[in-house]
């Protein structure tokens, strides 16, 4: 097709037959299909007339040009900038726009002549309607990527052959097509690919500064798990914030919920038996009796060069099986701490009934723990439901870093939770409620 734009008014004269013109509630299920199709056909001409513009606005906004790119004419770090800003879309999507321009494009050789595309059979098949620039960007993705190891006559038949299976196959199935089209055309690829970035697996641990430096390189197996456990976290966290007024949202950057989910995933392994970790893992702190009740001092961590503030120590005591070595003026030691404290199952459905999820921010159930109000090993605090309160991590670490105090009024699931704020946030200290006493009506 030579004008992309012939393609636009063909797909919009597609719409009037299948019913476009009339409100969707009053279309019968058939029109309603037709019509969908109809949108679909329009929206993959409009992408086929967009890709070589789009790849147009990379050539223009080229590295090289420096101040003089289009992009940054315009206001813009980088040609995919600037057509996310004029289409509306993610990166992923501007950058298969152009991705797909540069790839159906005809090419001029040096001396002038007119070259076929790089992938002339998607070239074809995205000019016709029939492939989205989505999935064009998936199939030149993986020819280019086994281009290198495969005799190009069968890549030529394979692209043919992938432009008549594409269209129509969810996001999902494409992505197994592909998958399996790539083990048919490259077999021996796959494994020695497999096993090298397998064999090059590594990951450090370096403390420098007073901080830990992670650093990994993982192969999809080893890092499949760790990517599903954090993400599946962080994903529940940003859900959270979802609707949430700003005294309500989750404050951290994404990098830091990554961080702290992390630590919660290892401080979890730390305590299930069912892992190698199991009760042989033991964080041991050392510090004086007096650090430990004021918070004030420094404490030092077993295998750990890097000092610790009091405060700290007392938040792992909270969170972690951490057997504190307690030592007095003499640095005799005092108290190893108890092994078992856990508040039990049955516990955390009592307080569930009396808080409703985080005493504080209302989160859900599933996102606290049980914590200690007269801390297990600073206070001796007894674990029963009178020194229990839900608390979600974020929360349990801001009201310990900012001194806010826990008084819980009455007994069993009626009690009333109460958080008493510092001085320096509220001189007169006056109580908040908590819990769900926040949204139960006194009379």
Request: charged content about 25%; glycine content about 10%; hydrophobic content about 40%.
């Amino acid at each position: 097709m030579e004008n992309p734009l012939d393609g636009i008014a063909e797909a919009l004269n597609a719409l009037a037959p299948a019913g476009g013109g009339r409100a969707p509630e009053g279309l019968a299920p058939g029109d309603l299909v037709a019509v969908n199709a109809a949108f679909g056909l329009l929206k993959r001409m409009v992408d086929a007339a967009h890709a070589p513009v789009a790849a147009e606005i990379a050539r223009q906004s080229r590295v090289e040009l420096g101040k003089d790119s289009l992009a940054k004419k315009q206001g813009f770090r980088s040609p995919v900038a600037l057509i996310q800003a004029a289409t509306g879309s993610s990166v992923g999507e501007a950058f298969k726009l152009i991705q797909v321009g540069e790839a159906t494009a005809p090419r001029t050789s040096l001396t002038g002549q007119t070259l076929p595309a790089i992938h002339p059979a998607v070239a074809d098949a995205t000019a016709a309607g029939t492939l989205s620039a989505t999935a064009a960007a998936a199939i030149i993705t993986m020819l280019d990527r086994i281009s290198a190891r495969v005799d190009p006559t069968r890549l030529v038949d394979a692209e043919r052959e992938l432009v008549t299976l594409a269209p129509g196959l969810r996001a999902d199935e494409l992505s197994r097509l592909l998958a399996r089209a790539e083990a048919h055309l490259d077999p021996d690829g796959l494994e020695p690919q497999h096993d090298e970035r397998r064999a090059a697996r590594s990951f450090t641990i370096i403390e420098r500064d007073g901080v830990f430096h992670l650093s990994g390189d993982l192969d999809i197996e080893t890092g499949a798990p760790i990517k599903a456990a954090i993400d599946g976290r962080v994903s529940q966290i940003l859900r959270g914030n979802e609707g949430a007024s700003d005294e309500e949202r989750d404050q951290r950057s994404v990098r830091q919920i990554r961080a702290d989910v992390l630590a919660e995933l290892c401080a979890h392994a730390m305590g299930c038996e069912q892992l190698p970790t199991g009760p042989r893992t033991t964080v041991i702190v050392r510090m004086t009796l007096e650090e430990l009740h004021t918070g004030i001092g420094a404490a030092t961590i077993d295998g750990i060069d890097t000092p610790l503030p009091a405060s700290a120590v007392r938040r792992l005591a909270c969170d972690l099986r951490v057997i504190p070595w307690v030592m007095g003026s003499d640095s005799e030691i005092l108290d190893w701490g108890r092994d078992k404290r856990g508040f039990t199952r049955a516990q955390k459905l009592a307080l569930a009934q009396r808080d409703g999820g985080c005493a504080c921010c209302g989160a859900p159930v599933a996102w606290t723990e049980v914590h200690h109000i007269l801390w297990w090993t600073r206070d001796a605090g007894p674990t029963d439901l009178s020194n229990g309160v839900l608390l979600c991590s974020a929360c349990h670490h801001r009201l310990h870093d900012d001194g806010w105090e826990i008084h819980i009024d009455g007994i069993g699931t009626t009690a009333k939770v109460w958080f008493i704020p510092p001085p320096w946030l509220d001189p007169n200290q006056t109580p908040r409620p908590g819990g769900k006493t926040r949204y139960t009506l006194t009379a």
